[in-house]
């Protein structure tokens, strides 16, 4: 029930397509949802977050969706580009706090020139 | 510095050997996290301090991994007697306090074990 589950393990989209990665979770006590953005040899770097009142969130070309019913939530990432290949890892965690975070699982994304 | 800062980058020891990994978090940051990242996978949290209190230490794999924080400040992840398994990056964060504001990582520490 700790679990956040993210798909897909890896993801291909030629630029300018939209990448949509996704992460699912079982735990209703969850109450804070962040993105983080990897790149090779380097550590994660928060990207976005949201809180499960709201059922989207935009930064800049990145945008969260949220499915509070179907325990879902969803980054896009619009107008890709060669410089937004990394890994991305979803997480999940209680109290609004980034404390022991549960992380997805990763997403490797490419995009393509 | 401006960042968390994660020494050494990289470490190759032998089988049994006792290892040590440096944390130096963001000045004025009282919580601070660290990770095991295995290739290809996504984060393992290990340990957690507030100050130079580790309210969690839930995550340490076994007794040969321990931590400590002096100062409120640095920390030293320690693995005694390596195993094979232990080959992995060990990433740092830190934050403000507990729950405020986001966890800021370093670059890790690629440990190899022979």
């Known amino acids: 029930q700790q679990q956040v589950k993210q798909s897909p393990q890896s993801l291909i989209v030629q630029k300018g397509g939209i990448p949509i990665i996704n992460c699912a979770y079982e735990n209703t006590a969850f109450d804070y949802f962040p993105w983080y953005q990897q790149f090779p040899g380097k550590g994660p770097a928060l990207l976005i977050a949201i809180r499960p009142d709201v059922s989207e969130k935009k930064e800049g070309r990145f945008t969260i969706s949220f499915n509070k019913s179907a325990k879902q939530f969803s980054l896009h990432i619009m107008d890709s580009q060669p410089g937004d290949s990394a890994t991305y890892f979803c997480?999940?965690?209680?109290?609004?706090?980034?404390?022991?975070?549960?992380w997805g699982a990763g997403t490797k994304l490419i995009i393509k020139p | 510095g401006a960042g968390v800062s994660q020494s050494p980058s990289n470490k190759v020891t032998e089988k049994g050997k006792d290892v040590e990994l440096r944390c130096d978090p963001i000045s004025g940051h009282t919580a601070l996290y660290w990770y095991r990242q295995s290739l290809g996978q996504g984060l393992e949290f290990l340990i957690y301090?507030?100050?130079?209190?580790?309210?969690?230490k839930s995550g340490l794999p076994s007794d040969r991994f321990s931590a400590e924080r002096t100062g409120g400040s640095v920390s030293t992840l320690t693995i005694q007697r390596t195993q094979q398994e232990d080959s992995a990056v060990y990433l740092c964060?830190?934050?403000?306090?507990?729950?405020?504001?986001?966890?800021?990582f370093g670059d890790g520490t690629r440990l190899s074990i022979l």
């Open positions: 964060a830190s934050s403000l306090a507990e729950g405020a504001g986001p966890q800021h």
């Open positions: 301090f507030q100050g130079n209190s580790a309210p969690d």
């Open positions: 997480a999940a965690s209680i109290g609004g706090s980034n404390y022991q975070l549960i």
